[in-house]
C-alpha cells in the first residue's frame, strides 16, 4: 500500500472522528411569554438549573454572598389566571454554602440560624399580582428561625417551551426581595453586618402533570 494512501486513510478517519463528537445540539424553539401559548399545570423545581443567592453588607467594605444549595420547591401555574397559581418552597439550612466553610459553620450556629434547632425555612404564596407582561410580584409567609412573616418577591417571567434535551415541559423565572434578619431573630452583628438581606432566585421548572 503507498504511503500517500494511508495517509489519506489516516485522513479521512481524522474526519470522522472529530464529526463524531460534534455533533450538532438538538434545534430549539424559542421559550415564549406569550400567555395564550404557555401550558400551566403542576411543576417541581429543576435543582441543576436553580439558585438561591443571598447577600449583605459586610462592616460597610463589601457585599458578602453566599448560597442556599438544598431546596425543593413546587409551582401551580395557570397562564389563563396568572393570579391565582401557588408557590411553595421548602430550605435545608444545613446546604448553606459561602465557599469558607469556617463561616458556614458559624453562620448554622445559635448565632445566625441555630440549624440544630431551626433545620428548615419555607415560604408558601399568599397572593401573585400582574405587574407587566412579564412582571409581577409574589407574597408569601416565609417562616425562617421559627419565625413567620410576610414577604415579598418582584418577579420575572422568562418563558415556557421544551427542554430540546430532557424533551420536559419547562417554566422559567427570577425573582429578587429583601429582608430584614432580625425580623426573623437572626440578629448577631447588627448593624456592623447588614441587617437587610438581598435574595435573587433563578430557576427553571418542569412540569409533571
Given amino acids: 500500500m503507498k504511503l500517500s494512501s ?4 489516516l485522513a479521512a478517519l481524522s474526519v470522522l472522528s472529530v464529526l463524531a463528537f460534534t455533533t450538532p445540539a438538538p434545534a430549539q424553539e424559542a421559550p415564549t411569554t406569550d400567555l395564550s401559548k404557555v401550558q400551566g399545570g403542576n411543576f417541581s423545581i429543576d435543582k441543576n438549573h436553580a439558585k438561591i443567592i443571598f447577600s449583605t453588607t459586610h462592616f460597610g467594605f463589601s457585599t458578602y454572598y ?29 446546604g448553606i454554602d459561602t465557599t469558607n466553610p469556617k463561616l458556614d459553620t458559624h453562620l448554622k450556629s445559635p448565632d445566625f440560624f441555630d440549624v440544630a434547632k431551626f433545620p428548615h425555612a419555607s415560604f408558601k404564596s399568599t397572593s401573585i399580582a400582574v405587574t407587566g407582561p412579564t412582571t409581577g410580584t409574589i407574597t408569601g409567609d416565609l417562616t425562617l428561625h421559627g419565625v413567620t412573616k410576610p414577604v415579598t418577591l418582584t418577579a420575572s417571567f422568562a ?6 434535551m430532557t424533551k ?9 426581595g429583601t429582608l430584614k434578619r432580625s425580623d426573623f431573630g437572626v440578629s ?12 435573587t432566585i433563578s430557576g427553571e421548572f418542569d412540569r409533571h402533570s
Avoid: H, Q, W
Fill in 6 to 9: 494511508v495517509s489519506a486513510r
Fill in 66 to 94: 453566599g448560597l442556599f444549595t438544598d431546596f425543593d420547591a413546587k409551582l401551580t401555574f395557570d397562564p389563563k389566571a396568572p393570579t391565582a397559581s401557588k408557590l411553595e418552597v421548602a430550605i435545608d439550612l444545613n
Fill in 159 to 164: 418563558g415556557g417551551g421544551i427542554n430540546p
Fill in 168 to 176: 420536559a415541559y419547562v417554566l422559567g423565572f427570577s425573582a429578587t
Fill in 188 to 199: 448577631a452583628y447588627v448593624p456592623a453586618v447588614g441587617d437587610t438581606v438581598t435574595l
